[in-house]
C-alpha cells in the first residue's frame, strides 16, 4: 500500500534486572521463553515483533491478556524502551529520540486511549481533552476551541464543563477517544479501549470508531482480546501469544488459514458469513458439469451472506464474476462447508 | 483447553472416597520422625466432627514443653512453661517452702518481749509496776500464741498446697496430652499454605534450645517463689558490680558517665554549630514576628472581622457563628492578646511545616528508597516524649517562642509528609501513563497530575499538622513558650482550677475552629 507510519523490526522486550544478558543470550544460543525465566530470572515480554502499519489502516493486534500486546503498543510512543531492535514512526527511529523530541512526537503525532479510560477527575471534560495541548502550551482559547470539536466528532456536544465521574462509562471512554484526537495525531494507539464496557455500548462505539478513523486517516493500532472485536474493526490482525506474533493477517486469511492450533482455536467459534468472500471458496467454472443457464450471477467480492441469499431461490449454483468475466461457480454443497469454515468435502 | 474439562467426571460428595496417599506423603515430610504415629494421629484428627479431642500423645504429656520446643510449636511452649512452672512453684511451696515462717517469726519476737517484760516485772519494786508488767506480758505472750498457732496452721496448709500443686500439673499434662496432637496439626496445616516460613519436623536445635530455656527459667522461679529468703542477687540487678566491672573502678557509675559524656558532646556541638543554630533561630522569629504582627499589631477588630469573613467564605454560615462565638469567648476573657500569639505560634509552626513537610512528602511519594530510609526518623519524631527533645533543643536553640516552634515542627510534621508521599503513591498509574503518552514532561505530571490528584491526602496531613501543633503548644510553654500554654502552666503549677479551666477551653475553641476552617476550605467540588 501506501508508505508506512509505523515500523518495528525485530523488537524484543525482556523484563528484569538482568534482561542484557539474557537478550545477548537468545540471541546467540537460541533459548527460549521459559529458559530465559529459569537462567535469568528475567520475563520475555515480546519476542521479535515485527510488522508494518501503512497510512489509513486499523491494525489490530489481538491476544489474552498477559500475552504482551500492551507491552507492544507501548513501544511505539516508547513508554516502554525495547530491548533489542528497532521502532520507525513517520521515518523517525524512536530510540534515537532526545526527551525533548519524544515528548514532541507524543504531543502531535501519538493519540493513546487506554482501557481504563485514564481521565483526570479533577479537570472538566473540556479540560481533559484539551490536555495534550495544553502541554504543549497552546493558548486557552485555540485549545477549547479545538476540545469541543473533538467533542463534536464523538457526539459529546453539552457535556463540556461536566466532570468525568459525571459521565457514563461509554461516554467516558469517548472523551478518552475526544483527547487522543485532539491534537490531530496521524497515529492512534488505542489499548483495550472498549473492554471495560457493557457489549451494547462497545458495539456503538466499535462502529462510531471505524467510521471517525475512516474519516480522519488515522493510522491506528488497536488492542484487544476480542477476536470479534478485531474482526469488525481491523484491516489486518496480528494474533500475540506469550509474546510472540503467531499470524498477520487480514481478517478474512486469519479466519480461513489459521496459522497453528491456537489461532483455529480462536477463530472456531466466528461467524464467516460476512468475513469470508465468494473469490476464496469458488471452484472452477469446467468442474461444473450441469447447464449454467439461468443461474444467479455474483461479483467475486459478495460475502457468504449475499450468496446465500442468491441461492434460496433456485436449484443451480451461483456463478461468480468478475468485471463481468464468469470466472467460477459456488454450488450448494461448496457454499454450506464455506459457512462452516471452509472444510473439505 | 477443551480436552481437560471433557475428561472430568463428576462425583456426589457422598461418595467421594478420602484418598490418603498423597496427604500422608505430606504429612510424613512435615513431621519428621516418628511420622506413623502422627500420620495415623492425623487422620483422627481429620476424621473428627466434635470439639472434644480424640488422641494422646502421651510424650508430649510426660515432657510438657519440651516437647512443644522440639516441635518448635512455641505459643504452646510459652504457654505451658508458664503454667507448669506455677504449678511446680506450689508444689515446692508445699514440699519444702516454710508457710508459716513469718507468723514464727513474728511470735518469735512477740515471746521475747514478753520474756523482757518478766524480767522488768521481777526487777520493779512497786507492786503497781509488778502487776503491770506481768500483764503486759501476758497479753504479748498470748498474742505470741496465736502466732504460732497460725504458724502451726499454715504449715497443715502446706500439704494442700503441695496437692494443689500436683492436681494442677497433672491437668496441664493432660491437657498437653490431648490437644497436643490438634495443636501440631494447625501447625501443619500452616506450613501447607507457607512452608517457607513454618518451621517443620524435629531439629536438634530446637530441642536444645527448649531445655536451656526449661532449665534456665523453671529453676530460678521456683527457687525465688519457695524460699523464704532467696538471694539478694536475685531480687534486683546488681548494677554498681556490674558497671564497677565494666568501668574497672567503683569512684563513680555506668550511668554518671555515660551522661556527663553526652552531656560535654551536646555542649560542644552546640558552640560548634552556634552560627547555624542562631541562623535557624533567627529564621523562625522572623516567620514568627511576621505574623504577630498581622494578628496582634493591626487593631483587633480588623482581624476578629478577618477571620469570621474567611470562616463563613471557607466554610459556610453555620462555622463562621461559631468562629465569633470562640473569638468572643477568648476577647471577653481577656486571653485575646495570647490567644492571638498562640495563633501566631501555631500558624508558624505550620507554616514551616508545610514549607518543608510537602516537598519532603512529594520526594518520599516518589522515591521508595529515600521513604524506607526516613520512615524510622518519622516515627521517632513521632513517638519520642515531647519532653525529651526539649532538653536538646533548650541546648542548641535555647529558650522561649522560637525554640518551641522547633520543638512542635519536630512534633507536626510527620503527618504531612507521610500523608503527601501516601498521596502520591495514591495517584492511579494509568493516569500519569496517560499524561506521559500525550508528552508531559516530569514537572508537569507532577504539577499537572500527581499533585492535585495527591491533594485531598496532602490536606488531611495539613490538619493533622495544624491539630498536633495546637497540642504542642502547651507543651512548649515548659522551654518559654507564650501564649495560652504558658497561662495554662501557671494555673497547673498553683493548682488554679478555675484559669486553667478556662484557658483549656480557650485553646480547645482555638482549634476547633482551625479545623472547621481548614477543612471548610479543603472540601473541593470533586472529592465528595
Redesign the interface.
Known sequence: MSESVVKLTDVWKIFGDRAAEAMAAVKSEGIGKPEVLERFGCVVGVQSATFDVPRGEIFCIMGLSGSGKSTLVRHV?R?IEPTSGNIEILGQDVSAMSEAEL??????K???V???M?????RSVRDNVA??L???KVSKAKRWAVSDHALELVNLVGYEDR?P?ELSGGMQQRVGIA?ALA?DPEIL?MDEPFSALDPLIRMQLQDQFKALVAQLQKTTLFITHDLDEAIRIGHRIAIMKDGLIVQIGTPEEIVMNPADEYVR?FVQGISKLKLVKAHSIMEPLDSYSGSLKGAPRADEGADLDQLIDLAVDTDKPVVITDSGKDIGVVTKPRLLRGIQGGKDD | MTDTTGELKVTAASDIEVDRDELDASINQFVGPSGSYYTAAFHKIHEATGLLPNTFNIWAAVLGPLWSASRAIWGMFWGFLILEIIAWVQIGRGAWGDPGAEFVERAQGQQNRADEFMQRAAEATEASDVERFERLAENIGKAAQTNLDRAAAAQAEAFGIMLTGLLLLLAFKLVQGFYADRVYERQYSRWRIDPASTESGRSTRNTVLGIVLVAAIGPLIVYKFTVNASLAMLDAFPEQQASAMILGHSDTTLFATVANWMEARIDAAAIAGGDVFDGIVAGVRSVLDALTIALIGSPWPVVMLVICVTAWRAAGPRVAIFTAAALAYTALLGYWEIAMETVALVGAAVLLCVVIGIPLGIWFGKSMRAYKTAEPVLDLMQTLPAFVYLIPIIAFFGTGNPPGILATIIFGMPPVIRLTALGMRGVPESIKEAAVAFGASRWQLLKDVEIPLALPSIMTGVNQTILMCLSMVVIISLIGGGGLGKEILEALQYAAKGPGLLGGFAILFLAMVMDRIVQGAFRRADQD
Open positions: 510512543n513508554l515528548r514532541a512526537v507524543r504531543a502531535t501519538i493519540g493513546m487506554f482501557q481504563h485514564a481521565l483526570m477527575p479533577h490536555y495534550p495544553e502541554i504543549r466532570l465521574k483527547r491534537s494507539l482455536e
